[in-house]
């Protein structure tokens, strides 16, 4: 579920053409394409699916998971196109509730909607959406996981795994309520938390971001591991630095996680970005007076270590990611 293995989405990916008008090709850990618009312009793109979400804000969701990966590489979704799929029992009802949604979501951020395709089908049996969106930016100002400095620090917005706590509300209502009790319905109210568009434009806007990556399937395994490599540096990530809600870890003794699943759990709406340490406090301020949390967590280091630091030890961080939200998500509710 989710994610390819990496050596069975790189070979995937070798079928693929090349092109000097694409500067951003498809890559393992690239989130979005750019190919050049000119001789100083170039179209960010980015495309998602979205499924198995409450359809109160599914629309939502749908726009802003592609909206986000762009704005991640220091663009704005300028245009976006939409695709709404469901099994042939899916009435017009559900199909309008959710266009209101995207075309709110859209406007809200100035997106032009250009096209898309909706229908019903026999080899559907849930609710299906995908949104491409298109940014144009200047090249001088793209953003990618690819530019990470040793030295530069590691910033991280928003708690982990809020977006597990705060499906599993709508999924697992029952189970929700057992483990959170009043809480539950605190945490119901966080779904907005499920994208970095904000903190994104507004780290690509300061100037003072060298890379950005948002933390979605795999968590900070998959994201860290895939800055490091697009990058060629290393870094140390700081345990006890990250913001875990109390809720996740009741959650983690209720399922047995390990600190392993703990770092490799999905947290789409957390943003992880590389910055100078000279620019340390005045970014953590800029980010602080719209109300986004953030902290530093860890550094990105000139050697090729990939390290985790845990109760004042040094381990090595884990190469591959163990995402639970399956399993969570999935799971029977009592």
Request: include cysteine; hydrophobic fraction near 35%.
């Amino acid at each position: 579920m989710g994610k390819m293995a990496q050596e069975d989405l790189e070979d995937l990916l070798r079928c693929i053409r090349t092109s000097p008008d694409v500067l951003v090709p498809p890559l393992r850990g690239f989130d979005c394409g750019v190919h050049k618009l000119g001789r100083d312009r170039c179209v960010v793109i980015s495309t998602d699916p979205c499924l198995n979400v409450p359809i109160e804000h599914f629309g939502w969701l749908l726009f802003h998971f592609s909206a986000s990966d762009v704005s991640v590489f220091g663009a704005s979704p300028h245009y976006c196109t939409v695709e709404l799929l469901g099994p042939p029992n899916t009435g017009p009802t559900v199909f309008k509730k959710v266009m209101k949604q995207f075309c709110k979501s859209a406007n809200d951020l100035g997106t032009v909607i250009i096209t898309g395709h909706t229908g019903t089908y026999d080899g559907l049996n849930t609710f299906l959406g995908v949104c491409t969106a298109y940014g144009i930016i200047r090249r001088r100002d793209l953003v990618t996981p690819a530019g990470a400095r040793p030295g530069d620090l590691i910033l991280c917005t928003k708690p982990i795994g809020s977006e597990v706590l705060t499906n599993l509300v709508f999924c697992k209502r029952r189970l929700a309520a057992k483990l959170f009790g009043d809480r539950a319905r605190y945490l119901a109210k966080q779904v907005r938390m499920q994208s970095c568009f904000e903190e994104a434009r507004l780290l690509a806007k300061s100037g003072e971001v060298s890379a950005m990556h948002d933390v979605t399937e795999g968590g900070l395994v998959a994201c860290l591991n895939e800055i490091a490599d697009a990058s060629n540096v290393g870094f140390v990530l700081n345990y006890h630095s990250l913001q875990i809600l109390p809720e996740l870890s009741i959650l983690s003794k209720h399922f047995k996680l390990s600190r392993d699943q703990i770092l490799s759990i999905s947290s789409t709406g957390t943003l992880l970005a590389a910055i100078s340490p000279d620019h340390e406090r005045e970014v953590l301020e800029r980010l602080g007076r719209r109300g986004i949390d953030s902290r530093i967590v860890g550094i990105f280091t000139k050697n090729r270590k990939r390290l985790l630091k845990h109760d004042d030890r040094e381990t090595k961080f884990p190469e591959r990611s163990s995402d639970p939200y399956a399993e969570i998500i999935g799971t029977d509710p009592n």
